[in-house]
């Protein structure tokens, strides 16, 4: 794998952060790692260096056509080939009760956590399409599965993303590319923040395990979803929660 180009999505911090060091770990390839501002840009290009793993960080929000376009202008200058891994991970939750959701809510999270994904998978499918090979990874989650209230918007974002991922990975298996989601459940990151203590413990007396997952617990599905190993595997999830959902 070590020749491949790897594009990594959100690195900047929780799940991206813990792919980034996993990629830079098992010296999966040449990486590039999206953040939203220059702090994200930065703790990245830390994280190469650390490693001494070649690759860029480049800014790139989810929100903006414009910045799907630039950014993958960027890579091709830059490597002159489209990435052969594509990692969907950045993500954005609005949460709000229907009743109460406003249109903006809505459309935000349909755009940062679907739409763009559908540009970025349809920009690098091309080349992957070409060099008879690749791998799309998308991070979906367990809301897809089950929904959640007050998030409407964020559990149809996801679970169109599985949707999306089948789809994609049914027209282009026969090209030796694999598809494929991850469903994470609660996992240890800023996106649980807004959760207080005692919100904290009914979740955790709903999760079999005891326990919250960390970050490295999708790292390493990400890293199996990359190998030679599940080569056979496309159009699927892996619901990584903790036994929460048994599906
Ligand atoms: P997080 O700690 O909040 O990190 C979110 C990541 O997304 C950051 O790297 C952030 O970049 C990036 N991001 C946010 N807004 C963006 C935008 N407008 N454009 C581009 N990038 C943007 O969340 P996380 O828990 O690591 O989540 C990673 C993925 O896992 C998401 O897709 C999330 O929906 C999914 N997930 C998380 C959980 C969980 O319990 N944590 C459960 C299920 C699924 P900056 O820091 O540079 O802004």
Known sequence: MSEKLILLTGASRGIGQAIL??????????????????TGQKAIQEILDQHKTQGI??????????????????VKATFDRMPDVLIN???????NLLLRMKP????????????AIFHLSQACTKGMI????????????????????????YAAAKAG????????AAEVASRNITVNCICP???????????NEEQRKQVLQKIPMGRLGSASDIAHAVEF???????????????????????
């Open 161 to 168: 993303v599985v949707g999306f991922s089948k789809s994609l």
């Open 89 to 95: 991970n950045a993500g954005i939750t609005r949460d």
């Open 104 to 115: 903006g809510e809505w459309n935000d999270v349909i755009q940062a956590n679907l739409t």
């Open 185 to 195: 459940g609660f996992i240890e990151t800023d996106m649980l923040n807004f959760m």
């Open 225 to 247: 979803l990359m190998s030679q190993q599940s080569a056979y595997m496309t159009g699927t999830c892996l619901d990584i929660n903790g036994g929460l959902v048994m599906l």
């Open 57 to 74: 960080a480049l800014l790139w929000n989810a929100l903006s056509q414009d910045s799907h376009i630039q950014l993958l202008e960027t």
């Open 21 to 38: 060091h996993k990629l830079c770990q098992t010296k999966a390839g040449v990486i590039v790692a999206t953040a939203t501002g220059e």
């Open 130 to 153: 070409r060099k008879r090979w690749g791998r799309i990874i998308n991070i979906s989650s367990v809301v897809a599965r089950i929904g959640n209230a007050g998030q409407a918007n």
